[in-house]
Nanobody, 122 residues
Framework: QVQLVESGGGLVQAGGSLRLSCAAS????????VSWFRRAPGKEREFVAG????????VYPDSTKGRFTISRDNAKNMVYLQMNSLKPEDTAVYYC???????????????WGQGTQVIVYS
């Protein structure tokens, strides 16, 4: 069993940065891939970044590649999402999720956090 808690969301001006954190509990956390998703108002949940269980591989969609960086510290049971050059269209609730592999399909993930709100204003 893995529990996930996101933090670090907030209000930021366009062009600014935020770092989101995902704190995990459970002894098996280091055996899971972890991804970040987001859901904007009126839209479906969208994959924004994923990292393999040891951190050696990361995946980004075109919408976040070059601006977002995912990392993890298994010794601390933490995963981070550094978001730079933020745009108003990045406004969403951001979720971390743990699963067997990095995939862009939310149904493939076993555990989810409650989400943290990010608002980017112009």
């Amino acid at each position: 069993q893995v529990q996930l808690v996101e933090s670090g969301g907030g209000l930021v001006q366009a062009g600014g940065s935020l770092r989101l954190s995902c704190a995990a509990s459970g002894r098996t956390f280091s055996s899971y891939a972890v991804s970040w998703f987001r859901r904007a108002p009126g839209k479906e949940r969208e994959f924004v970044a994923g990292i393999s269980y040891r951190g050696g591989n990361s995946v980004y969609p075109d919408s976040t590649k070059g601006r977002f960086t995912i990392s993890r510290d298994n010794a601390k049971n933490m995963v981070y999402l550094q978001m730079n050059s933020l745009k108003p269209e990045d406004t969403a609730v951001y979720y971390c999720a743990a699963g067997k592999v990095i995939v862009e399909l939310e149904g493939a993930y076993d555990y989810w956090g409650q989400g943290t709100q990010v608002i980017v204003y112009s």
